[in-house]
Each structure stands twice: as structure tokens, then as C-alpha cells.
């Protein structure tokens, strides 16, 4: 069916997010292998985050980011300076976030992003790891009454420019015959608001972003996430080509916190583990023996810090995302049917 044109504006607005000026930007390092160099050296990692975004990235009013890209960062620190402190969050849009990491601003991108092949190559970055297995999907009110995606002809939707949302959105419309005025708005703040205002029938992003903005809604109830996902969105950390040192330790910090899980490790235990476990690969990936800190430019207690700050895959998942409503899904251990995996510690 087609919805109507005319709706009524005065929505109840979005609890306010806070959102962070980016500071000065900082020279990049001075070859595309310097990056461990230049943050050990500078003494402060650099670390582009969501403008904000529940459960992900967003400062509270004191300043300090939570969130499960934020823990990423933290976990950087922690392997490299021993204090999740010493980190520098630059809050990015959507569409500026790849200068910021090409431009040697930050020097890693924690921020929801999909790893698709023209960023790999055309933009000149690299995905170490997928954190976080989502899709593309809807949110709509529930008093539009609308119960499929397909119902949706004749709508206008909101979507934010220079992500892969908005040619998802394209390619599937055009799939399935439905046509759609999109309303295109850069920032996330204002976009939502827009959605919330009535501007838009509907509300288009990753379903884990659909559930992180109606969980902030003073009436989430009355926000519904549509059935279908029709895309697949790998999010994960992105860092710059041509600086595998670098790119080594962002990625094997992910397998650390999912092969913690994978073998009982957490935040209360780690220590004790350390000392007592006897399986040979926990003895080398809590750097008993082996060295493989070393290999990564860290030391070799590197795993033991970041476990006990940080906690495994499942402790970060559950503090930010839990409280959500998001489920593990395809983001549990493949041990429990989901595609979360860690390469083995030798």
C-alpha cells in the first residue's frame, strides 16, 4: 500500500545525546608503518568514535565514552600504555570519519563500520577483525501500521549519506519494485530527531543502531524493527593500508576477547588462570611461554591486562549491548552457533 504524504510533526524528541567537539588534528605519522611507533612514542592512542550512539560509542555528561567500540579503544591502550586513559576519542560523522583515519588523524577507526571491498581498496584501508556481525534493516512507529518492510511504497525514509546503508537502501527498493523518497541527513542526532519528528515514515541503519536509538526513546515501545535484513553488515576496526604491525595488534586484541570467552577467561579470573591453567594454549596466550606478545610490539603480559580491564568478547558484549534488547545472534561463539572465532594463539 501507500502511505499518505501528510503526517503529523510533534513526535516527542529524542533524549538528547552528547557530542564531543573533535580536537586538533594531529600530523600523521611519517611512513605508513610508524603507527605502533607514533602512538607509543606520543603517548595517547588516537581513536575515531561514533559521534554518539548508544551501546556503541557516547560520552556521558562528564565527558567519558562508554560503549562497545569505546572498549575497543580501551583495550588498545591498555596492551600498549597499561591504562585505558591514555586515549584521545574524535568523535566522527559518517561521512568524514575515512579522512580522519586517512588523513593520519586517528590512528584507528572503532565506529560501526562495514568492511566492504572499494574501502579495502579504493579508500586504502584495512578490516583486522569482525567484531560485530549485523544486517540493514527498518524502524517505524507502531502506529503507522506497518508490520513488513514491503509496505513500505510510497514512504519516505531517512538515511545518512556516505555509508553503506544508502545504496543498500537503493539496491533493495529497486529489487523489489518500491519506490521512496529518501530524507538525507549527515549527522546522527539530527537524522534520528528528524525520524522522531515525523519527518520520515521510517528509519533506515544497521538493526544494532535501529535498537541502540528506540532504547533511548522515552516511548520505546512504540517503535517497531521491522522482520526483514537485507543486507549483510561485517562492522569491525579499521586502520590504514601498508602498516601490518599495526594492523597485527588490532586484530589479535578481537581474537583475544573471543578466545578468552571461548575458554572461561574473564575479568575476575584471568590471574588465576595465568597462574594455574595448564592448557598450552592458554599458557601462550596469557604469555606464560611462547612470546607471542613480543611478536605483536607488546609485552608478553600484554593478554593478562587487557583481560582484566576489559573483560572477554561476552563481558563487553553484555555490558553495552545487553541492556539493548540486541542478542548475541550470529555474534556468539561458534562453539554456541554463531561466527564469532578466534585464530589460534601459537
Known sequence: ????TLRTLGAAVLAS?????????QPAPASGAATMEAVKSR????????????????????????????????????ALFNDDSK????????????????SGEVDVMARNTTA????????????????FYDGQGFMVKSSLGV?????????????????TTEQNLTDWARANNIKFTPVVIERLEELV??????????????????????????QAAEHVILPEVISKEPLGPAVRHGDQRWSDLVRWTHYLLVAAEEFGINSANVEEVAATDTRPEVQRMLGKNGGLGAMLGVDNQWAVRVIKVIGNYGEVFDRNLKALGIQRGPNA????GGQQYAQPFR
Open 333 to 336: 561463539q561458534w562453539s554456541q
Open 1 to 4: 500500500m501507500r502511505l499518505a
Open 193 to 218: 530527531s528528524a525520524y522522531v519528528a515525523g519527518r520520515c515514515d521510517a528509519y533506515t541503519t544497521d538493526i544494532s543502531g535501529l535498537a541502540a536509538t528506540r532504547s533511548v526513546q522515552p
Open 147 to 163: 508490520k513488513s518492510a514491503k509496505e513500505l511504497d510510497g514512504a519516505t525514509v531517512c538515511v545518512q549519506p556516505g555509508t
Open 116 to 131: 566492504t571491498l572499494s574501502r579495502d581498496t579504493s579508500l586504502g584501508f584495512d578490516f583486522p577483525a569482525v567484531n
Open 87 to 102: 586515549i584521545r576519542y574524535v568523535p566522527t560523522t559518517a561521512q568524514n570519519r575515512f579522512t580522519a583515519l586517512q
Open 43 to 78: 603517548g595517547t592512542l588516537s581513536c575515531g568514535v561514533n559521534t554518539g550512539l548508544a551501546g556503541f560509542a557516547q560520552p556521558d555528561s562528564q565527558g567519558r565514552w562508554a560503549g562497545f567500540d569505546v572498549d575497543y579503544c580501551r583495550a588498545l591502550a591498555v
Open 17 to 25: 545525546v552528547v557530542a564531543v567537539p573533535a580536537m586538533a588534528q
